[in-house]
């Protein structure tokens, strides 16, 4: 099945500036890779997602880059608030016993200081 | 946008009873929906994937006599934790897919916080 590994775990970084968490994946079958963020208590969130034909995909401060050959996608987090922190997962599909269900990281717990 | 709602929200239950928690997407039908389980400071880890109309699809390790899962239409399941022990406490949540989306259309419930005493 579908292995998703992220990096860092936990990440502290001063207002304004940039936060970047990676992820691997192992299924070359998977084509599509969101990003949760999730608050205390509470589902986790899409904030952005990428498919496999694309290498780039940007949403105001966030953006999202995947390298298919490598099996690996980032999320970049620019001019960072506090608001922004939270614990974000990413996830890539996989065929599952009997559809497409998202296996997640492990989560990176991102805090922003002001 | 696309809402899936999930209640209770919180639960406490004694050991031995069952409890039965609802996964709802609002405006949109999910033939595919899945429970997802979280304990405290870890990812959330696939239990069971359910297709309407059709027996869910268990993760190893996951017991299907003790979760059971009924998605017997477009818009709702259901995850009834059997007999329900201290360890079964956690944070289940569940998402529901659109199925008019070819990608992502993963919508997640708010989750349920269950504390079994």
């Known amino acids: 099945g579908e292995n998703v590994e992220q990096h860092p775990s936990t990440l502290s970084v001063q207002e304004g500036d940039s936060a970047v968490i990676k992820c691997t994946y192992s299924?070359?079958?998977?084509?599509?890779f969101p990003w949760y963020k999730q608050e205390l208590g509470k589902g986790p969130q899409l904030i952005i997602d990428i498919r496999s034909n694309v290498g780039e995909k940007k949403d105001q401060r966030i953006a999202v880059t995947l390298n298919k050959t490598a099996k690996h996608f980032s999320l970049h987090i620019t001019e960072t608030q506090p608001e922004d922190s939270a614990v974000y997962f990413c996830a890539a599909n996989s065929i599952s016993n009997s559809g497409y269900a998202l296996n997640f990281g492990k989560g990176t717990s991102l805090l922003v200081t002001p | 946008g696309a809402v899936v709602s999930q209640h209770p929200s919180r639960v406490i239950c004694k050991s031995g009873t069952s409890v039965k928690i609802e996964c709802r997407s609002l405006d949109f039908q999910a033939t595919t929906m899945f429970w997802y389980r979280q304990f405290p400071k870890q990812s959330l880890m696939l239990m069971a994937t359910s297709n309407e109309g059709s027996k869910a699809t268990y993760e190893q390790g996951v017991e299907k006599d003790k979760f059971l899962i009924n998605h017997a239409s477009l818009t709702l399941s259901t995850l009834t934790v059997t007999s329900a022990h201290p360890e079964d406490s956690s944070f289940y949540i569940c998402?529901?897919?659109?199925?008019?989306?070819?990608?992502?259309?993963?919508?997640f419930g708010s989750g349920t916080r269950l504390t079994v005493v």
């Open positions: 998402s529901a897919r659109d199925w008019q989306r070819p990608f992502g259309g993963y919508t």
């Open positions: 299924d070359s079958a998977s084509n599509y």
